[in-house]
């Protein structure tokens, strides 16, 4: 697993391995003082040669001082690779997110993206950062330091085939019961980013039903199952320690007790002891370093597999390799398409759908809730793909367009508005980003939004806050209609767009449609009769199906379903 994310290195090799020379060293010099501080004792004091002790005493400096040279300049590669691994990383996962179809979000929970976007990678981050110092150092220190305890007494060394096993079984048990208990402290992460980012977004809908202590409470049972779960997964983790301290403290008593009836019967010098000891310390220091390893690459492991869940998620909606195709009018036609959102689910969202949009025609939908209007219209710039049938345009199956272009060639107002953080300006460039004043002002006046844009405080930038706040929903459909116009598409969809305008408003916005964009095909999905009662067709649909397809007085005459819906908004209108 850890090698599908090597790559992700590539800018930063240099900085981890340099980092990684500079530990090893740093683990050399550090080992050669307790030799040195032996011999100080065994030799300079035992002669009481101040000239020797003075000289190993430099020496003993000077590798401390070169150790700490060289763990400063492993902490800054070390955050270097560290920082842009993350970086990488995160740029890597954000762009296979853009890469996904809507049904490919669906696998996924927003919350849940980003947490894996956001805290699973700090996870490995902070793993890589806080991590590499102690997996060579801890092995490199533990190794030699064994080895040079065995050289100064290979007897009193025998403790460690005592001490090793029993903390190597403590921590494999520890790591056992902990990996599972990460994976659920994620999860549980999931469901309060979930619960904070609902409420945020329906912070209006929250205050407007006073439902704030509901909202609390429900904060509350998640917060606190993150709390349990967490909290659980750490008792486990930090275990770690008394187990680690009971095997360190035994090993120093049983090396003291062995050691010191050496030094009563002249098997060993003080000195050698003393040097022993130092050794031990590192040993037992570089088996907590390892087991702190342990840890961290057993909650990284869980966070690397959730990153590794998006990025092997395989994008359900891509290109024909090769593909030049490029939409020239605008010309739809449905066979027979049947469409269902999970190839697993019982039921068509769409049945047997066959219809034909002629170019440069105006076409009006129309049904009752839950008729899948929406549903029709996105499979044309394949924000979904179709599950059987044909879908052309301009005689070309829709797949066999390359979806940049296609999507671009199709200009849709969903029937949720969206507007971003910045000026009318900068939204309305979403649809040409290099759009010129006067092609900004006509979209603004076929669109209607010229009439309160000249009222806002700085004209096109203004300020429109997060998601578009500074402004009505009337207005923010008007901007949304007025960035579609932009991209001037072969085919443009309006999906309700038109449901916060005034009747009078609505009406110049499609009579100034047919002027200005005379060749495009113009979908219009509207649950007023008067907005497509002069399209040049209209769709009635009904659970899915095409019920009747027509003009509005040959449906008025034939079809009951548009004869309810034109009697009861005109007995609406009168009351």
């Given at each position: 697993?850890?090698?599908?994310?090597?790559?992700?290195?590539?800018?930063?090799?240099?900085?981890?391995?340099?980092?990684?020379?500079?530990?090893?060293?740093?683990?050399?010099?550090?080992?050669?003082?307790?030799?040195?501080?032996a011999?100080?004792?065994?030799?300079?004091?035992?002669?009481?040669?101040?000239?020797?002790?003075?000289?190993?005493?430099?020496?003993?400096?000077?590798?401390?001082?070169?150790?700490?040279?060289?763990?400063?300049?492993?902490?800054?590669?070390?955050?270097?690779?560290?920082?842009?691994?993350?970086?990488?990383?995160?740029?890597?996962?954000?762009?296979?997110?853009?890469?996904?179809?809507?049904?490919?979000?669906?696998?996924?929970?927003?919350?849940?993206?980003?947490?894996?976007?956001?805290?699973?990678?700090?996870?490995?981050?902070?793993?890589?950062?806080?991590?590499?110092?102690?997996?060579?150092?801890?092995?490199?220190m533990?190794?030699?330091?064994l080895?040079?305890?065995?050289?100064?007494?290979?007897?009193?060394?025998?403790?460690?085939?005592?001490?090793?096993?029993?903390?190597g079984?403590?921590?494999?048990?520890?790591?056992?019961?902990?990996?599972?208990?990460?994976?659920?402290?994620?999860?549980?992460?999931?469901?309060?980013?979930?619960?904070?980012q609902?409420?945020?977004?329906?912070?209006?809908?929250?205050?407007?039903?006073?439902?704030?202590?509901?909202?609390?409470?429900?904060?509350?049972?998640?917060?606190?199952?993150?709390?349990?779960?967490?909290?659980?997964?750490?008792?486990?983790?930090?275990?770690?320690?008394?187990?680690?301290?009971?095997?360190?403290?035994a090993?120093?008593?049983?090396?003291?007790?062995?050691?010191?009836?050496m030094?009563?019967?002249?098997?060993?010098?003080?000195?050698?002891?003393?040097?022993?000891?130092?050794?031990?310390?590192?040993?037992?220091?570089?088996?907590?370093?390892?087991?702190?390893?342990?840890?961290?690459?057993?909650r990284?492991?869980?966070?690397a597999?959730?990153?590794?869940?998006?990025?092997?998620?395989?994008?359900?909606?891509?290109?024909?390799?090769?593909?030049?195709?490029?939409?020239?009018?605008?010309?739809?036609?449905?066979?027979?398409?049947?469409?269902?959102?999970?190839?697993?689910?019982?039921?068509?969202?769409?049945?047997?759908?066959?219809l034909?949009?002629?170019?440069?025609?105006?076409?009006?939908?129309?049904?009752?809730?839950?008729?899948?209007?929406?549903?029709?219209?996105?499979?044309?710039?394949?924000?979904?793909?179709?599950?059987?049938?044909?879908?052309?345009i301009?005689?070309?199956?829709?797949?066999?367009?390359?979806?940049?272009?296609?999507?671009?060639?199709?200009?849709?107002?969903?029937?949720?508005?969206?507007?971003?953080?910045?000026?009318?300006?900068?939204?309305?460039?979403?649809?040409?980003?290099?759009?010129?004043?006067?092609?900004?002002?006509?979209?603004?006046?076929?669109?209607?939004?010229?009439?309160?844009?000249?009222?806002?405080?700085?004209?096109?930038?203004?300020?429109?806050?997060?998601?578009?706040?500074?402004?009505?929903g009337?207005?923010?459909?008007?901007?949304?209609?007025?960035?579609?116009?932009?991209?001037?598409?072969?085919?443009?969809?309006?999906?309700?767009?038109?449901?916060?305008?005034?009747?009078?408003?609505?009406?110049?916005?499609?009579?100034?449609?047919?002027?200005?964009?005379?060749?495009?095909?113009?979908?219009?999905?509207?649950?007023?009769?008067?907005?497509?009662?002069?399209?040049?067709?209209?769709?009635?649909?009904?659970?899915?199906?095409?019920?009747?397809?027509?003009?509005?007085?040959?449906?008025?005459?034939?079809?009951?379903?548009?004869?309810?819906?034109?009697?009861?908004?005109?007995?609406?209108?009168?009351?």
């Open positions: 697993m850890l090698k599908r994310f090597w790559p992700y290195f590539s800018k930063y090799k240099k900085y981890l391995i340099i980092s990684c020379l500079c530990v090893v060293l740093e683990c050399m010099f550090e080992l050669i003082i307790p030799l040195l501080m011999d100080i004792i065994d030799v300079g004091v035992a002669t009481r040669d101040s000239h020797y002790i003075i000289v190993k005493g430099v020496e003993m400096i000077a590798c401390a001082l070169i150790a700490l040279a060289m763990g400063a300049i492993h902490a800054r590669c070390n955050a270097l690779a560290g920082q842009g691994f993350g970086a990488e990383l995160r740029k890597a996962e954000f762009e296979k997110l853009q890469s996904f179809s809507f049904s490919n979000m669906d696998h996924f929970s927003t919350s849940s993206l980003v947490t894996r976007l956001t805290s699973d990678i700090t996870v490995l981050q902070n793993a890589l950062g806080n991590g590499i110092r102690p997996m060579i150092r801890g092995p490199v533990m190794v030699t330091a080895i040079m305890a065995v050289i100064l007494n290979p007897s009193l060394a025998i403790v460690f085939l005592v001490a090793l096993p029993a903390l079984i403590c921590l494999f048990l520890i790591l056992r019961r902990l990996r599972p208990s990460y994976g659920k402290m994620q999860r549980a992460l999931d469901h309060v980013n979930s619960v904070v609902e409420n945020l977004t329906a912070i209006r809908v929250v205050k407007s039903y006073v439902r704030e202590g509901y909202e609390k409470e429900k904060f509350a049972k998640v917060n606190q199952e993150f709390q349990k779960t967490s909290g659980h997964a750490f008792h486990l983790a930090v275990l770690n320690m008394p187990c680690f301290q009971l095997v360190m403290y090993t120093i008593i049983a090396l003291l007790w062995f050691g010191g009836n030094v009563m019967i002249g098997g060993m010098q003080v000195g050698k002891l003393t040097g022993f000891l130092s050794y031990v310390l590192q040993i037992l220091n570089s088996l907590m370093m390892i087991s702190n390893v342990f840890m961290l690459l057993t990284s492991m869980t966070s597999g959730r990153i590794l869940e998006v990025m092997d998620e395989s994008p359900d909606i891509c290109d024909i390799p090769g593909s030049t195709l490029e939409v020239q009018k605008g010309d739809i036609v449905f066979s027979h398409v049947y469409f269902k959102y999970a190839p697993s689910a019982k039921e068509y969202v769409l049945s047997d759908i066959s034909h949009f002629p170019a440069g025609k105006v076409i009006g939908i129309v049904g009752g809730t839950g008729a899948a209007k929406s549903s029709l219209v996105q499979l044309i710039p394949r924000l979904y793909d179709i599950s059987e049938g044909s879908l052309t301009d005689g070309h199956p829709v797949n066999e367009y390359p979806v940049a272009h296609l999507r671009d060639a199709v200009g849709m107002v969903l029937q949720n508005n969206t507007l971003f953080s910045g000026t009318v300006r900068e939204n309305l460039l979403w649809g040409n980003e290099h759009a010129s004043e006067e092609e900004l002002a006509w979209a603004c006046h076929i669109s209607c939004a010229d009439e309160f844009i000249n009222r806002l405080p700085r004209g096109l930038d203004t300020d429109l806050g997060q998601g578009g706040v500074n402004v009505s009337g207005q923010k459909q008007r901007l949304c209609i007025a960035r579609a116009l932009l991209k001037r598409p072969k085919v443009l969809i309006f999906d309700d767009s038109t449901s916060a305008v005034d009747t009078a408003t609505a009406a110049r916005i499609f009579e100034g449609l047919k002027e200005s964009l005379p060749d495009a095909t113009k979908i219009i999905i509207a649950q007023r009769v008067s907005s497509i009662e002069h399209a040049d067709e209209i769709v009635v649909m009904e659970n899915g199906r095409v019920d009747a397809v027509g003009t509005h007085e040959e449906l008025f005459e034939s079809n009951g379903i548009y004869q309810d819906m034109v009697l009861s908004q005109k007995k609406g209108a009168e009351l």
